[in-house]
């Protein structure tokens, strides 16, 4: 079986991690799983915002043909990184148990211990706008690549801190880089922390197997955040944070939407129904219609 992934090192940890489970499960041996390595456009443009150069569909899109065309059985993706919206042709079939969902700061162990006027490297609408809330005096500056590309820079210097995900740096063996940053000081993005597997609509036996190491709470959850996504029509160049957990059998949903200048917050939260997507993306659509129009302004680009 062959196995899609983009090459980058979280990237091929995360694919082991999905070859393991499978061959755990079936009593596989190594080489029944095959990893094709696909170089997407997200990973060859690295000077620019990845809202500014087309989106999450940068992630994806080489995966989604290399799928269409055969090349590989399935695709393992950062949930984080796969758009709301998806080709017809392909399913998400499977996502891994989810690690930690939290973000870290690393540079200081708290955001009130940096320095006054503090450079803060990021690429994320999300993390700028809630560094923001906290510290208004924070100068925003881009940050992209990938995670030892980011480390390297904040050693290098040209930040006094940088925010990444705990399951990142965890899955990379880096559990000790960094603080990590309460959920509510910082709520996460929409699918950080799940490990998902996509393959075709049509591709039953593919469909089956991959069901069969789903991790269901992890699955039910993060398609709640996504359906919140959808109902805000929400991009890569919005700020927006949202988690589900399970709680009592059914879904505890928190989302907030923020200003870029952190200022303005529109926040709610419900229980909702596990499979619920319409109660999600309710959610989603009243925080747009208890925003300001400026802040609404940036979900209409
Ligand atoms: N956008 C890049 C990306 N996609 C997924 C992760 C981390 C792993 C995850 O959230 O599952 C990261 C890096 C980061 O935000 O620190």
Redesign the pocket.
């Given at each position: 079986m062959r196995l899609g992934t983009r090459g980058s090192p979280?990237a091929l940890a995360?694919a082991q991690m999905t070859a393991q489970a499978l061959r755990a499960r079936f009593g596989w041996p190594m080489e029944a799983i095959e990893t094709v390595v696909v170089q997407t456009s997200g990973d060859r443009i690295q000077d620019r915002a990845?809202a500014e150069i087309g989106g999450k569909a940068l992630?994806t899109k080489e995966l989604d043909r290399a799928l269409a065309e055969g090349e590989i059985d399935f695709a393992v993706h950062?949930?984080?990184?796969v758009e709301t919206i998806r080709p017809d042709a392909i399913r998400i079939a499977a996502m891994l148990p989810?690690?930690d969902?939290r973000?870290?700061l690393i540079g200081a162990e708290r955001f009130e211990a940096l320095p006054a006027d503090p450079v803060v490297g990021t690429?994320?609408p999300r993390?700028a706008a809630q560094v923001r809330r906290l510290r208004p005096d924070a100068r925003i500056i881009l940050f992209r690549g990938?995670?030892a590309t980011?480390l390297g820079k904040l050693e290098a210097g040209e930040a006094h801190a940088t925010?990444?995900?705990?399951?990142?740096?965890d899955?990379l063996g880096q559990s000790e880089v960094g603080a990590l940053v309460p959920l509510d000081v910082m709520l996460?993005?929409p699918?950080?922390?799940?490990?998902g597997i996509e393959t075709l609509g049509g591709h039953a036996r593919m469909l089956e197997l991959l069901g069969e190491i789903s991790d269901a709470g992890t699955f039910d959850c993060v398609m709640a955040e996504r359906a919140v996504l959808k109902g805000l029509g929400g991009t890569c160049h919005s700020p927006i944070a949202a988690l589900a957990v399970l709680e009592d059998g059914a879904i505890r949903l928190r989302a907030e939407i923020l200003s870029a200048d952190g200022q303005e917050t529109v926040a709610d939260e419900a229980r909702i129904a596990r499979g619920d997507a319409e109660a999600a993306e309710a959610l989603g659509r009243g925080l747009l219609e208890r925003a300001s129009p400026a802040l609404r302004a940036l979900f209409e680009a």
């Open positions: 979280l995360q990845l992630w950062s949930m984080k990184d989810r690690a969902v973000d870290k690429s994320s993390r990938n995670v980011r925010l990444l995900a705990a399951a990142g740096l899955r996460p993005a699918s950080q922390g799940a490990v």
